[in-house]
């Protein structure tokens, strides 16, 4: 069981690699495969955690393959989704940028601050996971993007701020902080239960 999460997120990794070739080559008849993908992959996301807490084998290195995985699975899904439905994700366009500028922004203060990549897994970025699983689930569903999609924006949005006050607050890089409160305690250097935050590094 030890082994699972490790398995779990290459198997998140291949469903995104598969949902790029299907969109690419069947377009609109693949969408119920897309969903299936989208179900499989926030499962797997969802039970790599678990059984890697309950096997206490949620190590650095594994949280950071974790994210990695998780930022490449959500960019194929939205991209196959772009393919799929693009006047959807056309007229949104600018916001959609706007998301994936504030990635990049995030990943060079990490790697600018601590030489490694970001890997917070806030509250917030859980929380803007479901609701982005829930907008591509309507965009691709029912081909409708509306409430779904303007509310993953702006949690996408919030969820990014409060991701750049975690890298900015936090004096060494860390796994799992949950929010920029929780960062900036940690640089007050107030203590906080062991079971509420990730591994220190240096």
């Known amino acids: 069981m030890r082994t699972v999460p490790k398995i779990l997120m290459i198997f998140r990794l291949l469903l995104a690699l598969l949902s790029i070739i299907l969109s690419y080559h069947y377009g609109e008849r693949c969408v119920p495969m897309l969903v299936l993908i989208l179900c499989l992959g926030l499962t797997s996301d969802i039970l790599d955690g678990i059984i890697a807490r309950k096997y206490q ?61 970001a890997s917070t897994h806030a509250y917030s970025s859980k929380f803007w996971g479901i609701t982005l699983f829930l907008a591509l689930i309507s965009i ?13 924006i702006i949690v996408g949005y919030i969820s990014y701020v409060d991701v750049l006050l975690i890298l900015i607050l936090l004096p060494h890089w860390m796994h799992d902080v949950p929010s920029f409160f929780h960062a ?5 250097k107030i203590n906080l239960k062991k079971s509420t935050l990730g591994s220190v590094t240096n």
């Open 57 to 117: 084998v949620a190590t650095e290195n594994l949280r950071r393959m974790d994210s990695f995985i998780d930022i490449i699975f959500w960019l194929s899904l939205a991209t196959s989704t772009g393919i799929v439905r693009p006047g959807i994700i056309e007229a949104n366009l600018i916001f959609i940028v706007g998301l994936v500028i504030l990635e990049v922004i995030s990943a060079l203060i990490s790697l600018l601050r601590f030489g490694k990549e």
């Open 140 to 152: 691709l569903g029912f081909n409708y993007g509306g409430f779904f999609l303007y509310l993953t």
């Open 184 to 188: 900036y305690l940690i640089r007050k």
